[in-house]
């Protein structure tokens, strides 16, 4: 997969809870830095994913992927709550492997629309 394909790909994965897929689009010493916390290895990113984020019932909409290069990509979007209403908005800078998602750098603004 290409690197905008990855994108779509992990937020597809976490959407749906589908963790088989999100652990094979991450690579091994995958690194996720947002705001609050760094998470530290796929296997740490994807057990959060699965028992530990405040909730799991919500879903990526996703307004833009940008590609700087073939390892680079960015993604513009908002998480939405079940309800349909913005939680946040978003911005993720992946960098891409070989392995594949080797970092994701999540930025929020919390001010919805």
Known sequence: MDGPALAREYYRAIDDGDYEALREALAAEFVHRRPDMTLE??????SFMRSDRP???????LDAVYVADGNRVAAEGRLLRTDGNVWFRFVDAFEIGERGIREVR????????
């Not at 290895?41 to 994807?46: D, L, N």
């Not at 999540?106 to 629309?113: K, M």
Request: charged share 45%.
């Open 55 to 61: 909730d799991t019932e919500t879903e990526h909409s």
């Open 41 to 46: 290895g796929r296997e740490e990113f994807v």
């Open 106 to 113: 999540t930025y929020t603004d919390s001010r919805g629309e």
